[in-house]
């Protein structure tokens, strides 16, 4: 435990950036640190909250930050950011939140989302271009979500599903020569439009679902016929053989079930001289 106070200058309103000049009151925060060795670090730090005297800013009260040390409403700081980084992008949320619970920096799944970063977007579109749909709202809202498939990789998330949006990529990001996508009509007509030279195809599940369909369609057209040519055919009777009888398997002979077989046959004899299960238990150290 580690605590220190803010002594710095008066700092600035958030929201109309005007240094304050009045000291309202003081609170204490805990701030979480990167762990030393396999102790945590908490920072209790005990800072100043001021007024704003600007008339018309909305915000009346605003506490102060330390630089490289708090920020407004993150408890987990900039130093444990790091190692929180290589948690949530190496094992994912879940397990990133597991792993960083060993590590001793608090850090929920949630706040290991919020502290993903977009990746950098290349210049070219790859070879080889999978365009899928991405739930930001399971049933209210959707967006395109463009895979790199040659590497397994995404390369960007689209804010919207619409044929405009994924065109206007495609033209700023050229060199796409096989582009894989569902049966959505917007990706098509943005494909003619911005990329007329790349090779359409269906992606893995969409190509297995027609398949499927298509077998579920032709048998139910053909029922009647697969109906009478079963019936058609006719069962032989295959004679009944006598069983076979095989030996018992022979367990090999190990500690455990040698001691397993010993405290069997004790159990046994002393439920033959009518001993009660508990007294059996208490003589023989088990657990009812």
Known sequence: MVEAVAIGQ?????????????????????????????????????????????????????????????????????????????????????????????????????????????????????????????????????????????????????????????????????GAEIICRDRATAYTKAVKEAAPHALEVADRWHLLQKLSAAVEKTCHQHRDCLRKRAEEETVTEVPELPPMLFPPPELPRTQIIERTRHRYEDIHQLLEKRWTISAIARRLNLEV
């Open 10 to 174: 008066p700092g600035q309103c958030p929201d109309c950036r005007k240094r304050a000049r009045r000291v309202h009151s003081a609170y204490q925060r805990d701030l979480d640190e990167r762990p030393l060795g396999s102790r945590r670090v908490v920072v209790r730090l005990r800072v100043r909250r001021y007024f704003c005297d600007r008339k018309n800013c909305s915000r009346r009260t605003f506490a102060e930050q330390v630089p490289g040390l708090s920020e407004r409403h993150r408890p987990l700081q900039h130093r444990a950011d790091g190692l929180a980084e290589v948690d949530r992008r190496r094992v994912g949320r879940s397990a990133g939140r597991a792993v960083c619970r060993r590590l001793r920096p608090a850090a929920g799944r949630t706040r290991l989302l919020r502290l993903l970063t977009a990746p950098a977007v290349p210049d070219r579109a790859p070879r080889v271009l999978g365009v899928d749909e991405f739930a930001f709202r399971k049933g209210c809202t959707y967006g395109p979500v463009l895979v790199d498939v040659e590497a397994g990789r995404v390369v960007d998330v689209l804010p919207d599903r619409t044929s405009e949006t994924f065109a206007a990529w495609l033209k700023c990001h050229p």
